[in-house]
């Protein structure tokens, strides 16, 4: 039998691309950390004395807003 992959306390990091001065991160991934997956974000820097660093971010994901096509939507009178 195959062993099934555990992506338990993984994360993958996907580089953007972004305007130099601009404020969105350029590196944007998720995290999985006991069953839950996190946003991450990430912003690459240079430090004083020359050395480039990532800092970043880790969130829940925002949840997704359901949209509803206006055509199925049925209202009716509550009373």
Known sequence: MAKQYDDNMTFVLFVQ??????K???TKGYLTFNGVKYDLAAW???SQGGTR???GNMQLPKPKEETVAS???TEEAPF
């Not at 691309?17 to 601009?22: A, D, L, T, Y």
């Open 17 to 22: 691309e972004v305007e130099e001065g601009s």
């Open 53 to 55: 660093y990532l800092r």
């Open 71 to 73: 055509s199925s939507v």
């Open 24 to 26: 969105k991160p350029n």
């Open 44 to 46: 690459s820097g240079t």
